[in-house]
């Protein structure tokens, strides 16, 4: 196998995939009781749907707006509306959820039926089966798949970009679902093809799933324009941006989208749910999550019901080993730490990992003008001058320097041996930027 493409920048952390790598997905058996945050994707919240009491069906729709951006909800089971309340957000802050009890029965909404032959279907049909799905982007951006597929007119797209790299350490979700049920991702690779209206898709794997590769080129084979292409192991390789020139050599502008250069790009994991919405009818209600760390007493693939509290799940993988000292909802690069387990699995909880012996943050130092942030930024950024200006509190100056093409991969604090903290300044100066413009605006 050829040594793969890649992009110029970024970083080789350990892996420490082989925790799960190896184990099949499991179903998690659904809870007792399911809290189901009305806000889970890119946009608009939805309002709820339902009153507390209501008894609601499996897959029935919950929740939902008029807003182009946005993505309705459902119930992942059937069951009694207990209440409908603000709840935690694991990726912070509170948002409105409806509380399911779950009366174990899976009764099937009646709205739950096949959509026939995708042969058959037009490209209108199948964008809004995947926006009445509530399919988002399943990678963590959770931006709305129906909103990707609609491009405006003066924006015509050629290529599919499927992102199968899942680069980022302890996740092997997609590495299982690839090496599992490739024709699923295939028929969803088709589906978006077809809701596109294009006959170009590539689906990028990194080399070290080697299984996952040839899983999907068996899958692949007879698909006219879907082509498989081995990509080298390096951080942050399945970012967006990185992705479409390690595989087209095309850059996206700063400050453009990829819909600029005539490519949209989705993650494995939404194709195989648009899959499911297409040939079953069932709305996006559960997603394969990596329980992993070494915190985690058996470390594994889990198909749970989003809804589900973060507790519940670690009890599902057997519990917590030793003491834990961090617990990260999704890769332990971009994932956000959770101060409590009562949250649930969301749409974009592409893993659960428990940390005992996580490096502490230690105290920053001068910078040493050693250029490693230069060198490994996969934006082409200077990190230093950009953290210099905004921790100066020179913003303007921060986004002359480029702050807002800042892809907040964490490649720049990982090899600092000044242990600066480089992301965690940029991010905090992009909020600030974007929360004085929005200031200006309303
Ligand atoms: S500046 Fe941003 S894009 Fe560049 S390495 Fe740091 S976090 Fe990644
Ligand atoms: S990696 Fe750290 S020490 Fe080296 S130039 Fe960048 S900020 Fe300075």
Not at 37 to 63: F, R, T
Not at 118 to 142: F, H
Not at 374 to 380: E, G, L, R
Request: with cysteine.
């Amino acid at each position: 196998m050829s040594r793969g493409k890649t992009f110029r920048g970024g970083i080789h952390p350990v892996g420490h995939k082989e925790l799960s790598s190896n184990k099949a997905i499991t179903v998690m058996t659904p809870p007792a009781e399911v809290i189901v945050p009305l806000q889970q994707h890119i946009g608009a919240p939805c309002k709820p749907l339902v009153e507390k009491g209501d008894v609601v069906s499996k897959g029935q729709k919950i929740g939902d707006t008029e807003a182009f951006i946005s993505a309705p909800i459902h119930a992942p089971v059937s069951g009694v509306v207990k209440a409908i309340e603000s709840c935690l957000h694991p990726a912070g802050g509170r948002v409105q959820a409806v509380v399911i009890e779950n009366d174990n029965e899976e009764r099937l909404d009646p709205s739950i039926t096949p959509h026939g032959d995708l042969e058959q279907l037009d490209a209108d049909t199948i964008r809004k089966i995947i926006r009445e799905a509530g399919i988002v982007g399943l990678g963590g951006a959770t931006f709305p798949t129906h909103v990707k597929v609609m491009p405006p007119s003066d924006k015509p797209i050629d290529t599919l970009i499927i992102n199968g790299c899942e680069c980022e350490p302890y996740l092997t979700c997609d590495h299982r679902l690839m090496v599992e049920h490739p024709e699923r991702v295939i028929y969803g690779t088709r589906a978006l093809m077809k809701a596109l209206d294009i006959n170009r898709a590539i689906i990028g794997i990194e080399l070290n799933k080697p299984d996952a590769i040839t899983a999907m080129q068996k899958a692949a084979a007879g698909y006219v324009g879907i082509e498989i292409v081995p990509l080298q192991i390096k951080y942050p390789q399945g970012a967006e941006k990185q992705l479409i020139t390690a595989i087209t050599g095309k850059e996206v502008p700063a400050g453009g989208l990829p819909m600029d250069i005539g490519i949209v790009v989705n993650n494995v994991g939404t194709a195989a749910a648009i899959q499911t919405a297409v040939q079953t009818g069932m709305p996006l209600i559960e997603r394969i999550v990596t329980v992993s760390g070494e915190g985690v007493r058996e470390p594994q693939n889990l198909l749970i019901r989003i809804g589900t509290r973060l507790d519940g799940v670690l009890e599902a993988a057997g519990g917590l080993r030793g003491t834990p000292k961090q617990v990260i909802m999704g890769g332990p690069m971009t994932g956000l730490t959770q101060f409590d387990l009562s949250s649930p699995v969301v749409k974009c909880t592409s893993g659960i990992l428990v940390f005992n012996n996580r490096k502490r943050a230690t105290q920053p130092e001068a910078c040493i003008r050693c250029g490693r942030c230069v060198d490994v930024c996969p934006a082409y950024l200077l990190p230093v001058t950009i953290v210099n200006y905004a921790d100066g509190g020179e913003l303007d100056a921060a986004v002359e320097w480029g702050l807002l093409n800042c892809i907040e991969c964490g490649s720049c604090s990982y090899v600092c041996p000044a242990n600066r903290f480089l992301v965690q300044s940029i991010k905090l100066a992009k909020a600030e930027v974007q929360a004085q413009r929005s200031k200006q605006t309303s």
